[in-house]
């Protein structure tokens, strides 16, 4: 911690000594002030700073030009937003808090430059954030900056070039379960959650989808019988749950049900007014993930466990699995792609190539044959 030594002059006055171990000499160093204030300011700076006089100085110098803080053009950028929903605009001041704030935040938005943002991910890394965590608070920061030159408050975004942590997980989070799999789990989930889950993996419908559709959202009378998505459960402020737009404008979609799924609707419609919930809880409320989670699926994963399952799926990995059927039945990949409402077929394939043998199969055998030296004739 950098620290202020006060020490008497001849003329009465007093200087003050700014003294520290510095982050990238590990020396310790001191600096003399005739204003407390500017000691104090340097202070303030090295302790945000991992003692880096560097980044310190950086900021110093431009302290004085009175331009506005980077916490002060972010709160102005996430105010202009004009396409972020309630929830999002609430996770991006909780980043600006936890993630910026404490160490660049104080920062006239003129004064961060390349080292500010370097020593800010090592002090990310050193908190245990993940790669995935660190780009997405970078990401806010990059732009903010592009608000701050759309503001004439700086010409160019420091952000541009900065190496990212790069993830280092190598192995895929989805569980993609078989037929015989997901039906050891089936038969041990609660009686009333059944046609939820058999819902899940028969449409691939997100979450938050299927929990928020009513019955007005279902059509049985149509050969196929579809569902209409529209709406989806969000996070608002300070977490409270509200129904709004899906994730993405593709992901307005109609999925098209399996005649076993329609049956096992059809009491979940007939006689119900359109805007009641399609899924709910035992007491009539929607049903939470949290809920879910913790009284249906974990004890239905425990049984299942018992009977010899060996997977660990989330129940979002329902949506997976119902994706990898359909891949491995042969269906188009543009049509899995926009049944799952996926903004683009590049997420679909980076997702689901791997449960696609037959095409990465003749993709090799072509690439070989591309491959093999032609016979010379003549």
């Avoid at 004009?82 to 929830?87: C, I, K, L, M, N």
């Avoid at 329609?262 to 409320?285: A, H, M, W």
């Avoid at 993930?289 to 299942?304: D, E, I, R, T, Y």
């Avoid at 119902?322 to 269906?331: D, I, P, T, Y």
Wanted: a positive charge.
């Amino acid at each position: 911690m950098a620290w202020i030594k006060e020490r008497p002059r001849k003329s009465g006055a007093i200087s003050y000594l700014v003294m520290w171990r510095d982050a990238d000499s590990r020396k310790g160093e001191a600096l003399t002030f005739h204003d407390e204030g500017e000691a104090r300011m340097l202070v303030r700076l090295l302790n945000a700073n991992g003692q880096s006089f560097k980044i310190a100085q950086a900021g110093i110098l431009k302290v004085h030009d009175k331009s506005p803080t980077l916490e002060s053009v972010m709160q102005q950028h996430i105010s202009m937003l004009t396409r972020a929903s309630a929830g999002t605009v609430g996770k991006y001041r909780a980043m600006m808090r936890d993630h910026i704030v404490p160490r660049i935040g104080y920062l006239p938005v003129t004064a961060v430059e390349y080292p500010h943002l370097t020593d800010w991910i090592k002090w990310m890394q050193s908190k245990g954030c993940s790669a995935k965590t660190i780009a997405n608070v970078h990401g806010l920061i990059s732009a903010t900056m592009t608000t701050a030159i759309k503001l004439k408050l700086r010409p160019d975004n420091p952000c541009a070039g900065i190496s990212l942590p790069r993830n280092d997980r190598t192995s895929d989070p989805a569980s993609f379960l078989t037929h015989e799999e997901f039906e050891l789990i089936y038969r041990n989930v609660r009686p009333h959650y059944q046609p939820f889950v058999q819902f899940l993996v028969a449409t691939g419908l997100r979450f938050g989808e299927a929990t928020a559709l009513t019955v007005g959202d279902v059509n049985l009378l149509t050969l196929p019988a579809s569902v209409r998505v529209e709406k989806a459960w969000k996070s608002g402020a300070r977490g409270v749950m509200y129904v709004g737009p899906p994730k993405s404008a593709k992901a307005r979609r109609t999925v098209s049900l399996p005649s076993g799924l329609t049956e096992i609707l059809r009491p979940l419609v007939d006689g119900r007014d359109d805007g009641e919930l399609l899924f709910s809880s035992p007491n009539g409320g929607a049903i939470r993930s949290g809920g879910m989670h913790n009284w249906v699926w974990q004890p239905a994963l425990k049984a299942a466990h018992a009977e010899g399952l060996r997977k660990q799926p989330r129940v979002h990995d329902l949506r997976h699995t119902h994706a990898s059927w359909l891949v491995q039945e042969g269906v188009n990949i543009f049509t899995v792609s926009r049944r799952l409402g996926h903004e683009s077929i590049t997420t679909t394939l980076d997702r689901y190539s791997h449960v696609m043998p037959d095409a990465l199969r003749d993709a090799a055998e072509a690439m070989e044959r591309a491959m093999t030296p032609k016979p010379h004739i003549g």
